[in-house]
């Protein structure tokens, strides 16, 4: 059964900085693709980033870059989200999310399985 | 970026009513669409992927159709279970971006 446990959500102050993990299991990590999505409180759905298999190539909305770094440690089935310079808007459910097959394959650019979600709260 | 609209934004509907909601993108995307179905409180699942493929446990009373840059996403017999707000996503370019969502409900 494939599981995303996401973690390290909280409340921060803006300008601050959290890093987010999401471990994984239930299916060969190294193998696909894996992106944060998030939602802010009665929105829709923004994807954040996303980056491929072997963690080599990287992806980025507009609205995070520069600020927002995804990674990914195949050894420990586990993928980041280190996020700096936090601002108000940055406030949603931040889910982990894997890939249908690598960054490539623009068939696999959707997102089959999903972490429950982590709440990150920017506000002084 | 490609952005992506859908209408109508919601509807209300019965059960067993036939539903058609529609997912636009600003560019073409061939047929790199996907539609997601979101339960209140509960979290995203993937109903349909490269237009018209099902994922594996959807039921058939979905469907979806479409190219280019005009697709739809039909229920063929709203059940109580399908009161739920979805999305579509283009997967077609980076950054990967969904459309607004349409809520559907009673």
């Known amino acids: 059964e494939v599981q995303l446990l996401g973690s390290g959500g909280g409340l921060l102050q803006p300008g601050g900085s959290l890093r987010l993990s999401c471990a994984a299991s239930?299916?060969?990590?190294?193998?696909?693709?894996m992106s944060w999505v998030r939602q802010a409180p009665g929105k829709g759905l923004e994807w954040v980033s996303g980056?491929?298999?072997?963690?080599?190539?990287?992806y980025y909305a507009d609205s995070v870059k520069g600020r927002f770094t995804i990674s990914r440690d195949n050894s420990k089935n586990t993928l980041y989200l280190q996020m700096n310079s936090l601002r108000a808007e940055d406030t949603a459910v931040y889910y982990c999310?894997?890939?249908?097959?690598?960054?490539?394959?623009?068939?696999?650019?959707?997102?089959?399985?999903w972490g429950q979600g982590t709440l990150v709260t920017v506000s002084s | 970026d490609i952005q992506m609209t859908q209408s109508p934004s919601s509807l209300s509907a019965s059960v067993g009513d036939r539903v058609t909601i529609t997912c636009r993108a600003s560019?073409?995307?061939?047929?790199?669409l996907n539609w997601y179905q979101q339960k209140p409180g509960k979290v995203p699942e993937l109903l349909i992927h490269?237009?018209?493929s099902l994922q594996s446990g959807v039921p058939s009373r979905f469907s979806g159709s479409g190219s280019g840059t005009d697709f739809t996403l039909t229920i063929s017999s709203l059940q109580p279970e399908d009161f739920a707000t979805y999305y579509c996503?283009?997967?077609?370019?980076?950054?990967?971006?969904f459309g607004p969502g349409t809520k559907v409900d009673i």
């Open positions: 999310a894997k890939s249908g097959g690598d960054w490539g394959s623009y068939t696999s650019r959707n997102f089959d399985y």
């Open positions: 239930g299916f060969t990590f190294s193998s696909y693709a």
């Open positions: 980056l491929s298999a072997s963690g080599g190539s990287t």
């Open positions: 560019q073409s995307i061939t047929n790199f």
């Open positions: 490269t237009t018209s």
């Open positions: 996503q283009q997967s077609y370019s980076s950054p990967l971006t």
